[in-house]
């Protein structure tokens, strides 16, 4: 077979088998071949997609687990390896002849779509550090989900003995676990008195144990009779209770594990300048992101990635119809969801934001997620010099406050003021989004520099009033004005 320049490979990823079709810049079928999950027969294939075309591109449906050996392949050989989730080849295989769905054509979809398109992020071979800090903080959402479960479980066992027992104890911590893995009944804590309950928490480092012994006692006083089956649902409830202390140890041991490996990593100063982000936190940002911010075009790539920024759905003259996006990186936003809890709580700046995006009728998770979309645009920067960030609501200004200093200070008077007006984000602009987003279906527009003149460079809460507090300004304010725009003809818009 004749050699082309330039060809394309998918593969749609299986435990067993992966399957691999190529294509050329036509869509004509080079090759497609079934390949076991094996190292021999997977550098058997390799080799023969490579003899295919001069260059080659690769796309696959999965990133990790049965798809880590032939990533590992592949990137060690330097080869080009684009990511396609499973979501879109399901949808794009929908836009193709015939109802079928075999691994050969799931296979062959995922190389076109490779092919024609240029926005797949594209795979990058993993340091020693993230791939530990991936497999962790996986395993680490699983130990925490089966810990839910358990509490869950044993919560329902629980309150068929004694409901008045299970209002009373908070399974979230410790202290409750520990007394109803040995004490499970109104008639075993009867029994005891809160004496001896107490006395046996102590003997189990319980704080508070007289606190808890009351309430435990109190509540299994209101019940005096025995419910059928008490015995063996007393057991499933001491069993759940040790699973859950056992849990609770290796949720522990697991999170000196990640710190310790975090702790090592070149980004961990940045990550954990940023208020609400500590270690483990760090860890999952670092791990869903893939070790780097190198793979996101820019800020609002991360933004739209971790599903903080909001997706227009217009159509005809409805415009400006914003809604929060289906498809992102659920690991990713819920990484940033969270350190915004925490910022709320420790950072003023934080909490003022909040309050003002409340203000303005947003819901409390709308709110919440705005704080984190502010500090994904001011993590870019900071990872590409590897400066710590100082504030993660504002954006680091560039020497913009000498220019007010000099030019405005001098001229005003004791007690005088100074006003200016600036562009808020593009998202509550649709006036002029929505002819760029028209623009860039014709034409590749790029994207505008941070630092240089563009009508949003002053757009994020609180830069403005950071340059004039570096221009020794006091008493500084900001809110927002709406303003209706309304022409009369299209000329009129464009003038």
Known sequence: MQQTEYAWAGIDAGKGHHH???????????LSRRVANDEPDLEAV??????????????????DGPAALVLALLLGRGQRVRYLPGVAVNRAADAYRGEGKTDAKDAAVIADQGRMRRDLRELELDDQVIAELRMLTAHRADLAADRTRAINRLRIQLLGVCPALERALDFTNRGPLVLISQFQSPQQLADAGQTEVEQWLRGHKVRHADRLAA???????????????EATAADLIARLARAVLDLDRQLADIDKRISTRFEVHRHHAIITSMVGIGNLLGAEFLAAAGGSLDGFASADHLAGYAGLAPTPRDSGRRTGNLHRPK???????????????????????????????????????????????????SSGPCSATNAPIRNNHQTSPPRLDKKIENHASPTLKPGGRLCSSVWVKPE???WTTIAMRAIATEAVVAPPDRDGPNMFRCAAPGYVSALYEGAALRDIAEWDVEVELVTRSPEQYWE
């Open 20 to 30: 691999v079709v190529v294509i050329d810049g036509d869509g004509r079928r080079l």
């Open 46 to 63: 390799i080799a023969a997609v490579l003899g295919c075309a001069v260059e080659v591109t690769w796309t696959i449906d999965l990133a």
């Open 215 to 229: 309430a435990a006692v109190r509540a299994a006083a209101t019940q005096h009779t025995r419910v059928v089956g």
């Open 327 to 377: 498809r992102y990186n659920r690991q990713l936003q819920r990484v940033f969801y969270t350190s915004a809890l925490i910022s709320i709580q420790r950072s003023p700046a934080s909490k003022a934001y909040y309050d003002r995006k409340r203000a303005e009728g947003k819901r409390h998770s709308q709110a919440v997620l705005a704080l984190p979309a502010g500090a994904s645009t």
């Open 428 to 430: 509550e602009n649709p």
